[in-house]
């Protein structure tokens, strides 16, 4: 995994860059902090993404825009959204269950600081490769 944002303008800069990218007309982006989803696309195309990915490797943030841009082209995670997506970003699978670890402890996801045991781990794969499946 690569390091993490230099800022948030580089985050907008890599949400405009994969808008581009992706062919989609530039939208409105907000970065600020989100309780309980890393993202989000309005339906008139302004997306929000969570100011606590400024913390995390590119990699993740670099999922969620592009996850959240998806759903201009596909409105829900069905199976044409996951197309997409592989099309897009054919890692978005590991990407995606790298994010489900990260946590939230005291308003902050410090995933990166948890440390689990053996058995802790074991039970959270299933958990982590059911919700790959379903997003």
Known sequence: MRDGWVNAEEMRWTARHWATT?????SGIRIMPLKKKWGSM??????T???????????????????????QLAPNHGRVFKAF???????????????QKHVVIDGKW???????????????????????KSC
Do not use: F, N
């Open 22 to 26: 992706m062919g989609l007309e530039r």
């Open 85 to 99: 997506l592989k099309s897009y970003m054919p890692d978005w699978e590991e990407r995606h269950a790298l994010l």
């Open 110 to 132: 410090v995933a990166e600081k948890l440390v689990l045991s053996d058995q802790d781990e074991q039970m959270l794969d299933p958990v982590v490769e059911q919700t790959a």
């Open 49 to 71: 993404l969570s100011s606590e990915l400024l913390d995390l490797p590119k990699e993740l943030g670099e999922y969620v825009i592009v996850h959240e841009l998806v759903h």
């Open 42 to 47: 309005s339906l008139r195309g302004w997306m």
